[in-house]
């Protein structure tokens, strides 16, 4: 298995539908290869074995092999001539015996693998088009701050500038952060919104990996991340919150995370923690249900997966796999900022007017995996 491990689910964003924002051309992507039957067979034997090595449940770990393994012995994939039908079927195959948001078998040269941190601070999806991963910081209107994110990729250039966006707005009230067109990521934006927002130290989330993943690769790549006793077949972190040594103003104000069906991963580890400690208000829809994190595995004939090794939940929680976030208002994506607004005492005329002018490029419906 690479490492390329972006927790909450970032690579597995992957199998997200494209969240169009700019005009920068598309990559045309090399053709894939001819259709090897044998090539085909081994990337699926090759998956069963990686599933019972690192899949985040090993329970369900040997149900997945059990049935990939099954169905290759029965000639249940022999009939393929296409590599984009294979890998969809063996991804339907383990769909159905127990659905997770990330799990996934993709063909030769779909998609090209993006870093786990893009070098910009837009995110890169298979077919070119990019989207900004921090758009509409600043104030929306009087003492009432925004911003959107559409990942949290970690690059230093956004971390920069969500930290400024904070800190020059920081005698806000209310501020308001629009996840409903979120593709997941890491924890680094998080780590630069904790410090300001909360006033003790908290554990606001669990992170368990599977053992097996942990002892090749060590511990996730999270300096928030701190690894507490659990049973033998994991390794377990809690993301953790330090306050500021000075207190931000931050901490009095009150935060509103907008969500959609197509909210996921990372979008979700921060609306769980959000909800858990009672420190924002979810407003939108019940989020995508994609909640275990993971890396990509290469298989032979150049296929590939992605297969979750871990899971999020907060403390004395459950996780929010397959299920998502229930928000603590639910109304339509669309209609999400408005209630914000109108919540803060904007007059129902403006609050419309800055739901259209805020209104997100890409698609708020919900995300499938």
Do not use: C
């Amino acid at each position: 298995m690479r490492k390329e491990v972006v927790v909450a689910a970032a690579l597995a964003m992957l199998s997200t539908p494209v969240l169009a924002q700019s005009t920068a051309p598309a990559v045309t992507a090399p053709a894939a290869p001819a259709f090897d039957a044998a090539e085909a067979k081994k990337a699926v034997a090759t998956l069963a074995d990686e599933l019972d090595k690192y899949f985040v449940f090993p329970d369900v770990a040997k149900r997945y092999s059990a049935a990939l393994r099954s169905k290759l012995a029965a000639g249940g994939y022999d009939g393929f001539t296409d590599s984009t039908a294979l890998a969809r079927a063996v991804t339907a195959d383990l769909q159905a015996i127990s659905p997770d948001g990330h799990l996934k078998m993709f063909p030769p040269g779909d998609p090209p693998a993006p870093p786990a941190q893009p070098a910009s601070g837009q995110s890169a999806p298979p077919d070119g088009r990019r989207v900004e991963a921090m758009e509409q910081a600043g104030l929306i209107a009087p003492g009432i701050a925004f911003v959107r994110f559409n990942g949290f990729y970690g690059q230093p250039r956004i971390l920069e500038e969500f930290a400024r966006f904070l800190d020059a707005n920081a005698g806000a009230k209310a501020l308001i952060i629009d996840v409903r067109t979120h593709r997941g990521g890491g924890l680094r934006e998080m780590d630069v919104l904790f410090p300001r927002i909360f006033d003790k130290p908290q554990a606001v989330m669990v992170m368990d990996t599977r053992a097996s993943v942990a002892a090749i690769y060590g511990k996730l790549p999270f300096s928030s991340l701190v690894n507490v006793d659990a049973p033998a077949e994991l390794s377990r972190s809690e993301h953790r919150v330090t306050p500021a040594t000075t207190p931000s103003p931050w901490t009095k104000a009150k935060i509103y995370y907008l969500t959609s069906g197509r909210t996921a991963s990372a979008a979700e580890h921060l609306a769980a923690a959000l909800k858990g400690t009672g420190r924002g208000t979810l407003i939108g829809d019940v989020t995508a249900g994609a909640g275990n994190y993971g890396g990509e595995v290469n298989l032979p004939g150049g296929y590939k997966a992605f297969i979750p090794f871990g899971r999020s939940y907060f403390p004395g929680g459950d996780g929010w796999e397959g299920k998502g976030i229930v928000p603590d208002v639910k109304v339509a994506p669309e209609r999400a900022l408005v209630e914000a607004l109108t919540r803060e005492g904007v007059a129902p005329a403006e609050a419309e007017a800055l739901s259209v002018k805020y209104a997100p490029a890409g698609p708020m419906d919900r995300r499938k995996p």
